[in-house]
């Protein structure tokens, strides 16, 4: 995927190579799971499909194990937990969720040199002017999405698609 960018490929075909990108990431990660949609869709349908996404997984109980959790009940709320982030601090948040476990620190799905390729390649296939959120404001502090005790999600927008990238772990 090396220097593609998205003005040169059609938005399936972009699509398509994103998805791709990451079939791979989806899955167990520590004690939670990590998991990554793309789809067609703008900014202002995103908090719409993100939280129809988390709310989809499940890991949205306000009850869990009958203990009151703090998660968003709406997309409006989704929204208002994300902080909009530039391509550097999202490229950041997604190697740091993706090389290391939330709980504990120790090796996630990829090690740091392959997180870095792949969301390398995810920034260059949503191309210039993307817009990125994240629940996530430094390496500790979050606003929880899920009803686990560690969650981090990074959503990109850029050339009509949306791709989340949500990361759940329980220590």
């Known amino acids: 995927m090396g220097g593609v960018t998205s003005d040169v490929l059609p938005v399936g075909d972009r699509l398509d190579r994103i998805r791709a990108l990451l079939s ?6 520590g004690n939670g799971e990590m998991h990554a949609w793309a789809n067609l869709g703008d900014a202002a349908r995103m908090p719409r499909e993100v939280f129809a996404l988390i709310e989809g997984l499940g890991v949205l ?17 989704l929204a208002d937990r994300l902080l909009e982030v530039d391509v550097a601090g999202a490229v950041h948040r997604l190697i740091r ?26 920034v260059r296939l949503l191309g ?37 990238i949500l990361v759940f772990d329980e220590d």
């Open 61 to 77: 109980e306000r009850w869990y194990p009958k203990v009151p959790v703090d998660v968003p009940d709406s997309s409006a709320e």
């Open 24 to 29: 791979g990431s989806s899955g167990p990660h």
């Open 128 to 164: 210039h002017g993307s817009h990125w959120w994240s629940n996530t404001y430094s390496d500790s502090s979050w606003n929880p999405v899920t009803r686990y005790v560690f969650d981090a999600v990074v959503v990109g927008v850029g050339s009509g698609i949306v791709v989340t």
């Open 97 to 122: 969720i993706a090389s290391t476990t939330l709980a504990y620190g120790s090796r996630g799905r990829y090690d740091r040199v392959k997180a870095a390729e792949v969301f390398g390649s995810l």
